[in-house]
């Protein structure tokens, strides 16, 4: 009876002396802020300090602890059933917005770490960690360092937590006895082998961050979850494995995550979790980015600096990894507007759609700002940041392929500018989609017998006329699209043997690409400048119910046309961009397919076609021709 009065007396002269950091320490810092859970995080260190052989499992406790601020969990109010059923439902819904109101979605439970976190939680974490680390024929190549990083942490992002390392050990015990037993393999090949019994995904709409057993269960979601899934199985097998990403594609309106895994050089070599494993192609490691981080769980901040001026995007924790990938540059450009250099830090927005996106960070003397290791082939501004608001710090510029930086500044002298008649190799550059569709007639809705009524056999023109040989008669038409060609056409009208226009309802493919409004009817609205985009790359189609049978003797058809041609009759603006936005520079109205200004040689511009009220792509003079970026 009198020994576990011994160990409690033990324990509590450990948390009451040798255990407790010093005053002021940072250690002590983190304590403090624990309050009422403080005890908890007292209980961890005491359990190491106890046994001189936990000595390494003291520091990694410690660790673990030192960088516990700013951690936690998101908790929703819905089941975890009603999640699951969210993300089955998602692809089919028409009204993605009434699925997550329905299922309370939009509103978690934050919980910090730091307040919740439970010693037996942590100290199983720690034990299941090093039982991993140290069972694996390339734990011994692990430096304590990475291990830290890249196996340690409890936690890959704002997941629930739970006892995700018994149960990878459970779920995946037969490839963790085989991984034991091979003395010869290595981390990266390791990753390899549990990669390839990994579930696929189902790149569908990502929600919060999920546990593992979430993701287990669901296999739903994008990169982030994908690499999310891969971090927990590896890390719980003792495989070094890190959280790789893009803020943001050059084209494509998000970024992109992905995996990497240090091999026994402390060289990281890249991989998708899920899908291709290392020294494998995917997008992460093919495709050209701007800037490339690694989450860390160690308190880093890329940019030190006050929170007012710093980013939400480098307010994390991270690690600037983009000079570990290819096509990379550093750059220095002049300063321009010294007024709102305030801090001695700036950042760097890349364009995508219309707006500048933050991307990177910089550095600033006297008259350069400096970027390390940007993408080439893309767009930037410098700016400033302050709560919340971007400010231009110089002109924008580009970098060609080759690195080298073209400064675009409306300062530079003006240059008659003359915008040409639709080309190949201008407004017609998607022309290609329509080879291979063909037109088909039915007497049913469900097109379950057709008949073609034409094939499109060459590259068309803007206009495109046919006659057909033997006129048809049907109550439908369609055009149906090749794969990959996203049903891409701009306007479809058909005449009966008089040269009337025949008129129908609308019927075609739902949807269309990102929900932007291309919709299948803007084949037959009558205006050459909207177009049909299908939702997806697959077989799509768009057609007329004539509500009765109709004798067709001619199809009109048009390309989808890029919108960068000029109409006649049509009224066009010409912008640039200057100080901190985009100033006028005229209008004019086109009276043919050319038109002519005078702006600045070497300056961003923009073509807006006022009439169609369509925004124009951006463009610049590179090597003395226009240069229509993205």
Request: hydrophobic share 35%; aromatic share 12%; glycine share 6%.
């Given at each position: 009876?009198?020994?576990?009065?011994?160990?409690?007396?033990?324990?509590?002269?450990?948390?009451?002396?040798?255990?407790?950091?010093?005053?002021?320490?940072?250690?002590?810092?983190?304590?403090?802020?624990?309050?009422?859970?403080?005890?908890?995080?007292?209980?961890?260190?005491?359990?190491?300090?106890?046994?001189?052989?936990?000595?390494?499992?003291?520091?990694?406790?410690?660790?673990?602890?030192?960088?516990?601020?700013?951690?936690?969990?998101?908790?929703?109010?819905?089941?975890?059933?009603?999640?699951?059923?969210?993300?089955?439902?998602?692809?089919?819904?028409?009204?993605?917005?009434?699925?997550?109101?329905?299922?309370?979605?939009?509103?978690?439970?934050?919980?910090?770490?730091?307040?919740?976190?439970?010693?037996?939680?942590?100290?199983?974490?720690?034990?299941?960690?090093f039982q991993a680390w140290n069972d694996k024929p390339w734990g011994k190549y692990i430096s304590f360092d990475t291990f830290c990083e890249e196996i340690l942490p409890y936690r890959i992002g704002t997941e629930p937590l739970e006892n995700w390392r018994e149960k990878v050990l459970a779920s995946f015990a037969d490839i963790n006895?085989?991984?034991?037993?091979?003395?010869?393999?290595?981390?990266?090949?390791?990753?390899?082998?549990?990669?390839?019994?990994?579930?696929?995904?189902?790149?569908?709409?990502?929600?919060?961050?999920?546990?593992?057993?979430?993701?287990?269960?669901?296999?739903?979601?994008?990169?982030?979850?994908?690499?999310?899934?891969?971090?927990?199985?590896?890390?719980?097998?003792?495989?070094?494995?890190?959280?790789?990403?893009?803020?943001?594609?050059?084209?494509?309106?998000?970024?992109?995550?992905?995996?990497?895994?240090?091999?026994?050089?402390?060289?990281?070599?890249?991989?998708?979790?899920?899908?291709?494993?290392?020294?494998?192609?995917?997008?992460?490691?093919?495709?050209?980015?701007?800037?490339?981080?690694?989450?860390?769980?160690?308190?880093?901040?890329?940019?030190?600096?006050?929170?007012?001026?710093?980013?939400?995007?480098?307010?994390?924790?991270?690690?600037?990894?983009?000079?570990?990938?290819?096509?990379?540059?550093?750059?220095?450009?002049?300063?321009?507007?010294?007024?709102?250099?305030?801090?001695?830090?700036?950042?760097?927005?890349?364009?995508?759609?219309?707006?500048?996106?933050?991307?990177?960070?910089?550095?600033?003397?006297?008259?350069?700002?400096?970027?390390?290791?940007?993408?080439?082939?893309?767009?930037?501004?410098?700016?400033?940041?302050?709560?919340?608001?971007?400010?231009?710090?110089?002109?924008?510029?580009?970098?060609?392929?080759?690195?080298?930086?073209?400064?675009?500044?409306?300062?530079?002298?003006?240059?008659?500018?003359?915008?040409?008649?639709?080309?190949?190799?201008?407004?017609?550059?998607?022309?290609?989609?329509?080879?291979?569709?063909?037109?088909?007639?039915?007497?049913?809705?469900?097109?379950?017998?057709?008949?073609?009524?034409?094939?499109?056999?060459?590259?068309?023109?803007?206009?495109?006329?046919?006659?057909?040989?033997?006129?048809?008669?049907?109550?439908?038409?369609?055009?149906?699209?090749?794969?990959?060609?996203?049903?891409?056409?701009?306007?479809?009208?058909?005449?009966?043997?008089?040269?009337?226009?025949?008129?129908?309802?609308?019927?075609?493919?739902?949807?269309?690409?990102?929900?932007?409004?291309?919709?299948?009817?803007?084949?037959?609205?009558?205006?050459?400048?909207?177009?049909?985009?299908?939702?997806?790359?697959?077989?799509?189609?768009?057609?007329?119910?004539?509500?009765?049978?109709?004798?067709?003797?001619?199809?009109?058809?048009?390309?989808?046309?890029?919108?960068?041609?000029?109409?006649?009759?049509?009224?066009?603006?010409?912008?640039?961009?200057?100080?901190?936005?985009?100033?006028?520079?005229?209008?004019?109205?086109?009276?043919?397919?050319?038109?002519?200004?005078?702006?600045?040689?070497?300056?961003?511009?923009?073509?807006?076609?006022?009439?169609?009220?369509?925004?124009?792509?951006?463009?610049?003079?590179?090597?003395?021709?226009?240069?229509?970026?993205?």
């Amino acid at each position: 009876m009198k020994r576990p009065y011994k160990i409690l007396l033990f324990s509590f002269l450990l948390l009451s002396s040798g255990c407790s950091p010093k005053k002021n320490s940072p250690l002590e810092e983190v304590l403090r802020l624990a309050g009422a859970n403080r005890h908890e995080l007292e209980r961890v260190i005491a359990h190491y300090k106890a046994d001189p052989a936990d000595s390494l499992k003291l520091k990694a406790a410690e660790f673990l602890i030192l960088n516990i601020p700013g951690k936690y969990s998101e908790y929703y109010e819905a089941l975890w059933e009603d999640v699951a059923t969210v993300n089955l439902r998602w692809s089919s819904s028409s009204d993605k917005s009434k699925v997550l109101d329905t299922y309370k979605l939009d509103n978690p439970v934050r919980k910090d770490d730091i307040n919740h976190i439970t010693a037996d939680y942590l100290i199983s974490n720690i034990d299941l960690a090093f039982q991993a680390w140290n069972d694996k024929p390339w734990g011994k190549y692990i430096s304590f360092d990475t291990f830290c990083e890249e196996i340690l942490p409890y936690r890959i992002g704002t997941e629930p937590l739970e006892n995700w390392r018994e149960k990878v050990l459970a779920s995946f015990a037969d490839i963790n006895n085989s991984l034991k037993e091979d003395s010869t393999i290595t981390a990266v090949e390791a990753c390899g082998k549990v990669n390839d019994v990994l579930p696929r995904f189902r790149l569908d709409k990502d929600f919060s961050n999920m546990s593992f057993t979430q993701l287990m269960a669901t296999t739903r979601g994008m990169c982030d979850s994908q690499a999310a899934l891969a971090a927990f199985v590896m890390r719980g097998l003792g495989i070094p494995v890190t959280i790789d990403f893009t803020p943001q594609w050059r084209n494509h309106p998000t970024g992109h995550s992905w995996n990497s895994v240090c091999d026994s050089a402390g060289q990281h070599i890249s991989f998708m979790g899920t899908e291709t494993n290392p020294h494998g192609s995917h997008q992460g490691n093919t495709l050209q980015k701007a800037k490339a981080y690694r989450k860390t769980y160690k308190h880093h901040r890329v940019v030190e600096t006050d929170e007012t001026h710093t980013p939400l995007l480098f307010q994390d924790n991270l690690y600037d990894i983009s000079s570990e990938h290819n096509n990379m540059t550093s750059v220095a450009i002049p300063v321009k507007y010294h007024p709102q250099i305030q801090t001695g830090k700036v950042f760097l927005a890349l364009f995508y759609d219309s707006e500048w996106r933050l991307t990177g960070h910089g550095e600033i003397d006297s008259d350069s700002i400096h970027f390390q290791h940007i993408g080439k082939d893309i767009l930037y501004l410098p700016i400033c940041y302050t709560d919340g608001d971007q400010t231009p710090a110089g002109d924008p510029f580009y970098i060609d392929a080759d690195g080298k930086t073209h400064i675009l500044s409306p300062d530079s002298l003006d240059s008659l500018m003359a915008f040409g008649s639709i080309t190949p190799g201008n407004d017609l550059s998607l022309s290609g989609r329509m080879v291979d569709a063909i037109f088909e007639s039915s007497e049913t809705p469900d097109f379950s017998k057709t008949r073609i009524v034409h094939e499109i056999t060459e590259t068309p023109k803007l206009y495109n006329k046919v006659k057909l040989k033997y006129p048809i008669a049907c109550r439908y038409i369609r055009y149906k699209a090749p794969e990959n060609s996203y049903c891409n056409v701009s306007e479809i009208t058909l005449y009966d043997l008089s040269g009337d226009k025949l008129e129908g309802i609308h019927i075609g493919s739902p949807g269309s690409y990102r929900d932007l409004g291309d919709t299948a009817d803007k084949a037959f609205d009558g205006d050459i400048t909207t177009f049909y985009d299908a939702a997806g790359p697959e077989e799509s189609w768009t057609g007329l119910d004539f509500g009765e049978d109709k004798k067709i003797a001619a199809i009109h058809y048009s390309p989808r046309l890029a919108n960068t041609g000029i109409y006649e009759g049509y009224e066009y603006e010409l912008f640039c961009w200057a100080d901190n936005g985009w100033k006028s520079i005229g209008k004019k109205v086109a009276t043919g397919q050319a038109i002519e200004f005078n702006a600045p040689r070497d300056a961003l511009l923009y073509l807006d076609n006022n009439t169609a009220k369509k925004k124009g792509k951006i463009f610049f003079i590179l090597n003395g021709g226009l240069f229509y970026y993205n």
